[in-house]
C-alpha cells in the first residue's frame, strides 16, 4: 500500500520509535528512529502559522511530507500534502474524527481518490492513552500497523512521550507515522481543550462559590443590619416607652408642684390674715386703750366736777385758820 512514495514500503514488518520532545528543538517535535536508533525522520513545526502545521524532513533534512489542521472543520480535519507545498494538487490524504466512535480512539482516514467519502479508507482505533492502537484497512479487519508502548529499540529514551509502531509488510511506512503523528496532536489537542474546560469549570466553580461566598456575606451584612435595626426599634420603642413613663411623672411633679404652690399661696394667706388680725388686734388693743383713757379722763372730769360741786371744808377750815394767825398776828406787836 503506497501512500507517499514506493521508497517507503518494505516487504517486512518495520519497528520503528515516536519519541516526541516537550520542548522543542533544532530537530524539531518528534523524532522517528528504527531498531538501530538510527534517526529516519524529524518532525518539525511551521512558526507563525494559523494552521497546526508540521513538515516531516528524512534525514537528509528533505522535506517528504506536510500535515496541518484544517480550519473551520467541525470534526477536527487534517490534510497531508506531499512535499512542503500544502497545495490541492499535493493532497494525499485526510482524517478526521470519527462521526459515531465505537472506541476511545477512531479517526477516519481518506485518501485523495475517495471524493465522495462515503466509506473510509483506513481506520485507526484502540486506546491512546495506554498507547494501544491499531490502523486497520477499509475491511476493517486487517491491520496495517500497530501502536504500542514497548520498544526493542536501542538508543531512544524510553519515556511517556516515546511509544513504538510496528508497520506491517507491503504497508507505505511514512503514511503510518504520520497517521500516528496526527493521532497524537488530536489527543494532545482534546487533552489541551479537557484542561482549559475543566479549568474553566474550576474557574467557575469558584466564581460561584465566590459568588455564594459573597451571597452569603451579602446575607450575613443583611441579617446584621436587620439586627441592628430591630435593636434600634427596639431602642426606640424602649425610649418611647420611658418618655411615656417619664410624661405622667412630669405631669405628676408638675402637679405636686402645683399643690406646693397652692399651699404656700395658702400659707402666706394665712400669715397675711395672721397679720391682718394681729393689726386688728393691735388696733382694738390701741381703741380699747383709748377708750380706757376716755373713760379715766371722764372720771376725772367727773371728779373735778364733784369736786367743784362740793366744797372743801378742809381748805375752809384752813382759811379760817390762816386768817386768825394773821390777825394774832397783827394783835401782836400793838401790845
Known amino acids: 500500500m503506497v501512500v507517499v512514495d514506493a521508497q517507503y514500503v518494505e516487504p517486512f514488518t518495520v519497528d520503528l520509535a515516536v519519541q516526541r520532545k516537550s520542548v522543542a528543538n533544532s530537530n524539531g517535535n518528534f523524532t522517528v528512529v528504527d531498531v538501530n536508533g538510527n534517526v529516519l525522520f524529524n518532525i518539525k513545526d511551521t512558526l507563525f502559522s494559523f494552521h497546526d502545521r508540521h513538515i516531516l524532513y528524512d534525514a537528509n533534512d ?5 500535515f496541518k489542521k484544517k480550519l473551520r472543520s467541525i470534526h477536527g480535519r487534517w490534510q497531508a500534502f506531499k512535499g512542503e507545498n500544502a497545495t490541492h494538487k499535493d493532497l494525499l490524504f485526510s482524517v478526521k474524527k470519527s462521526a459515531a466512535p465505537k472506541h476511545e480512539t477512531e479517526l477516519d482516514v481518506f485518501l485523495v481518490e ?12 484502540g486506546d491512546w492513552e495506554t498507547k ?9 479487519s486487517t491491520i496495517l500497523a500497530e501502536v504500542h508502548d514497548k520498544q526493542n529499540i536501542t538508543n531512544v529514551v524510553v519515556g511517556k512521550e516515546t511509544f513504538g509502531i510496528t508497520v506491517y509488510p507491503d504497508v507505505d511506512y511514512v503514511f503510518i507515522v504520520a497517521l500516528v503523528v496526527i493521532l497524537t496532536e488530536i ?31 451579602e446575607i450575613k451584612v443583611e441579617e446584621v443590619q436587620e439586627d441592628e435595626k430591630e435593636k434600634l426599634q427596639v431602642k426606640e420603642q424602649t425610649k418611647d416607652e420611658e418618655e411615656d413613663h417619664e410624661e405622667p411623672r412630669e405631669q ?8 406646693e404652690e397652692e399651699v404656700e399661696e395658702e400659707d402666706d394667706d394665712d400669715d397675711d390674715d395672721d397679720d391682718d388680725d394681729s393689726e386688728s388686734e393691735s388696733e382694738s388693743e390701741s ?5 380706757d383713757y376716755d373713760d379715766e379722763e371722764h372720771d376725772d372730769d367727773k371728779e373735778g366736777q364733784t369736786n367743784m360741786e362740793e366744797p372743801n371744808h378742809d381748805e375752809y377750815n384752813n382759811d379760817e385758820d390762816d386768817e386768825e394767825s394773821s390777825s394774832t398776828s397783827e394783835e401782836s406787836p400793838k401790845k
Do not use: F, R
Open 187 to 217: 489527543k494532545s489537542y482534546d487533552s489541551s481543550k479537557k484542561k482549559k474546560k475543566k479549568k474553566k469549570k474550576k474557574e467557575k466553580k469558584s466564581s460561584d462559590s465566590s459568588e455564594d461566598d459573597k451571597k452569603d456575606k
Open 287 to 291: 381703741d380699747s386703750d383709748s377708750d
Open 62 to 66: 528533505k522535506p517528504v511530507l506536510t
Open 132 to 140: 494501544s492502537c491499531n490502523v486497520y484497512a477499509q475491511d476493517g
Open 252 to 259: 405628676e411633679e408638675q402637679k405636686e408642684d402645683e399643690v
Open 114 to 125: 475517495n471524493k465522495e467519502e462515503t466509506s473510509c479508507d483506513c481506520k485507526v482505533t
